[in-house]
């Protein structure tokens, strides 16, 4: 009986082993599967409230920002904003990006100087998850990803 336990203990190490093998790729938990990005996460948000006809879509887009796929990255990063003194969208910065103002309802507020109405005009506001999502995204660089 002894020796049989000692093989069953050998076995079990040997797999553990095998099973523990590998580079150590997303063993601390972060396998940058929750990395938030432009066509995932947050373009959906756009094209569900805010890419309709006379809104940020078409050939004449609201504040000239339209924000379809493949349009929207070149329309907001970097753009200055029409109604503020900041831009649209400022990679690392969602405090200094109009757009963040825009959907939160606080564009009016001291500091932002902004104009207009809460994003998305006369639809319910987005809700704080896709806020957070598009915060996420410009906190992360505002890749074009």
Not at 55 to 63: L, N, R, V
Request: net charge negative.
């Amino acid at each position: 009986m002894g020796v049989f336990r000692v093989r069953v203990a050998i076995g079990v190490f040997l797999l553990a082993g095998v099973a523990c093998a590998g580079d150590g790729t997303g063993l601390d938990g972060d396998d940058g599967g929750d990395e938030v990005t432009l066509s995932r996460d947050v373009q959906p948000i756009f094209t569900g409230n805010c890419t309709f006809s006379g809104c940020h879509a078409g050939s004449s887009p609201e504040e000239g920002m339209s924000l379809v796929a493949g349009q929207a990255f070149s329309n907001v990063v970097n753009v200055a904003a029409n109604q503020a003194s900041m831009n649209r969208v400022t990679p690392n910065q969602p405090d200094n990006s109009y757009l963040v103002h825009k959907v939160q309802g606080t564009h009016l507020d001291v500091g932002v100087g902004g104009s207009g109405s809460r994003m998305p005009l006369n639809r319910s506001p987005l809700s704080q998850s896709d806020i957070d999502l598009i915060r996420a995204w410009i906190q992360a660089g505002a890749q074009p990803n």
